[in-house]
């Protein structure tokens, strides 16, 4: 007997949004919604794989025809995300009831590392599609330009208030962290909501020298 909280939905289509991202976008099933932020728990329909649960997060708007995930992809082992990459238009993930507390405050500070951007994606989605993005500010942190998601985007939404820290790039003759120094020397107003979401170490240092 099937779960009446999972959906079975099929793929639409799969692209590439940066080296190891991959963005996936599949059937909506009728009535079904979230709030910019959340996340469902996702599982691929095929044998052997459908226990083996995920959490991702929607990176699609609710007025979009269709849901969306963009999920940064690890082959270093054969698992959830590893076979995600040979999934094609047709084949079928299944995805369970909505949920998250991750959720739009109001104006403030947006600071993510790596994949961690993910759960802002929708919400700034939302605010530039309502003209409210205001002086909304992302401090964003990868190893690489080359690993920054939707850099042209979030460009596009927060202009000259998307900051990008690379802590990894050699070439660039500078490595920057996100970490107590950065952050008092960047903001001016802790009274403003925080976002915050990435590495379990970014997080801790994060909350334990500046909250």
């Given amino acids: 007997m099937s779960n009446p909280e999972e959906h079975i939905v099929k793929i639409i289509s799969t692209h590439d949004v940066t080296h190891n991202v991959r963005a996936f976008r599949f059937v909506k099933p009728e009535g079904y919604k979230f709030e910019p932020g959340q996340a469902t728990e996702v599982s691929i329909n095929k044998e052997g794989w459908k226990d083996e649960r995920r959490p991702f997060t929607f990176t699609s708007l609710n007025e979009w025809p269709y849901l969306e995930f963009t999920i940064k992809m690890y082959s270093d082992h054969k698992g959830v995300t590893n076979e ?29 590392g790596g994949a961690g951007i993910t759960p802002f994606i929708a919400i700034l989605r939302q605010l530039k599609k309502g003209n409210l993005v205001g002086k909304n500010q992302l401090y964003f942190s990868n190893k690489t330009s080359a690993d ?22 050699k070439e660039s003759g500078k490595k920057t962290y996100i970490d107590k ?31």
Avoid at 96 to 112: H, L, N, P, Q, T
Avoid at 151 to 165: R, V
Wanted: charged share 30%; aromatic share 14%; glycine share 8%.
């Fill in 148 to 169: 920054i998601i939707l850099h042209d985007e979030l460009d596009e939404i927060l202009g000259k208030n998307a900051h990008y820290i690379i802590t990894d790039e």
């Fill in 84 to 112: 995600l990459r040979s999934l094609k238009p047709g084949d079928e993930l299944i995805i369970r009831d909505v949920w998250g507390a991750i959720a739009y405050k109001g104006e403030g500070y947006f600071i993510a």
């Fill in 181 to 211: 120094n950065f952050l008092l020397s960047e903001i001016k107003d802790f009274t403003k909501p925080f976002y915050i979401c990435g590495p379990d170490k970014m997080i801790s240092d994060i909350f334990q020298k500046i909250f």
